[in-house]
């Protein structure tokens, strides 16, 4: 149980485009995921905090218009790199949460990432 | 921001040793958990410690804490070649939703 699936695995896409990459929790509700990037040899970023039908909350110097969050639904969560650059080019990983009720830990499940590869 | 930091950045042993990695943070915590991940993929969530917590175990790993010191130790003994890794540590606080990552160990694991 507990899982967490991303799409694509992998993109390569060609500079001033966008890139729309889904995070998706396969077996339970998630009312918050998180997005996270990660450069090669480095560890993860946290890019935002994504909540079930409001905004999402994004981490200091993180571009909220060029990295677009959307939580339409507790099963999905969608970023969208727009006008994509060759700095860019990183790993992306999402996490959902599994709320565990009150007074319990609310559990990340880490979705396998989406490599982005900006020419 | 990243808070966490570890060390050693980097570690090869002989299979067989036993391989420890330090995590260090700055704020109060209310769990510190480690991750694997292999070269490319996501990540494997090993084990979690509470606050309240000194050390657990599971399998070949085991955790220390030490919230006086801010610190944390991840033993994984009797090693083998599949525990080439990166591993991380990763900090939530006190109402707080989301982790913040050590900048991971590089474990290399020689036959």
């Known amino acids: 149980g507990a899982v967490v699936s991303q799409h694509p695995s992998w993109v390569i896409c060609k500079s001033g485009t966008s890139v729309k990459i889904e995070c998706r929790s396969l077996d339970f509700q998630a009312t918050t995921m998180f997005w996270y990037r990660q450069f090669p040899k480095q560890s993860l970023m946290l890019m935002a905090t994504?909540?079930?039908?409001?905004?999402?909350?994004?981490e200091q110097g993180v571009e909220k218009d060029k990295f677009l969050i959307n939580h339409a639904s507790l099963t999905l969560s969608t970023l969208t790199v727009t006008s994509a650059h060759p700095e860019d080019s990183s790993f992306y990983i999402c996490?959902?949460?599994?709320?565990?009720?009150?007074?319990?830990?609310?559990?990340?499940?880490f979705g396998p990432g989406t490599r982005l590869t900006v020419l | 921001s990243q808070q966490g930091e570890e060390d050693p950045q980097a570690l090869s042993i002989q299979e067989g040793e036993n391989a420890t990695m330090n995590c260090s943070y700055k704020t109060s915590i209310n769990n510190l958990q480690w991750y694997r991940q292999n070269s490319g993929r996501g990540l494997v969530h090993l084990i979690l410690i509470r606050s309240n917590e000194r050390e657990k175990h599971s399998g070949r790993l085991r955790v220390t804490l030490d919230t006086s010191k801010k610190s944390s130790s991840l033993l994984i003994t009797a090693s083998r070649a599949a525990d080439t890794a990166s591993y991380f540590c990763?900090?939530?606080?006190?109402?707080?939703?989301?982790?913040?990552f050590g900048q991971g160990t590089r474990l290399t694991i020689n036959p």
């Open positions: 996490s959902a949460q599994l709320a565990g009720g009150p007074g319990t830990y609310n559990e990340q499940f």
């Open positions: 990763a900090t939530d606080a006190w109402g707080a939703q989301k982790l913040v």
């Open positions: 994504s909540n079930e039908g409001s905004k999402a909350t994004y």
